[in-house]
């Protein structure tokens, strides 16, 4: 499932979106640009493979793709990358757990371990996480399609991590700014879910009426500022 306009332009993060034709990003200041003008030909797109080009021009195609630019901007994808994943983990297995935290008993967090079985890992007894995913799905936090879309995000996010190497010497691979894209849609889900308990429980109270989409965990603060730096290293368009 692809991240729809209204999901990034509500987004909190300013990421190049991968339909570079129809959607714009802003900067930091709020200026508009496109993907194809920040992101071509640092991170070009289609494979080249020598069988169907002559050795000049995959020669050609290698040289670019080992340019210093090129370089840092897989690198820093590739972190970005990881670091959203983390954050996903993060909001949906432990976010899940502490949702039947019952408080501090003897010095040591204390949790309603009944609940927390009958409820949450029952759904996917073998795999904890997949069961909190079900269990989000089930609260409205996600839907199933993007539940699903996690198995390409970590696929994604194995290979960039065991991998690097083909990413940043083999014309054939480049990062997937798409998944990237559907990720951080998939995070800001599972974020506005968690305030929204944060609220309901009265969190926000001394606060007033507040809008869910102006709360930004700290950690997703760090996650916009990093995506920020990655952006403003981007050479520009020539």
Known sequence: MTATADEVRTSPW?????????????????????????????????????GNQDPEAYRQQLEAKLRPDRIRATLGFAGIYQMSHELIKTAVLDGVREFYWRGIENGAMAYDEQAYAKNVLVMAPKNKFRASLLWLIEGDAITPAQADRLDDIYAHRHDLSHELIKYIVDPDFEPDVELLTDALAILKAISRFWVSIEKDIGSFEDFGDVDLDEVTPLSLAVLQMCIDAYIDGLPAHQ
């Open 14 to 50: 300013r990421i190049p979106c991968p339909n570079a034709q129809t959607m714009n990003c802003s900067d930091p200041d709020g200026r508009p640009e496109k993907l194809s003008a920040r992101l071509s030909p640092i991170l070009e797109t289609g494979p080249v493979k020598i």
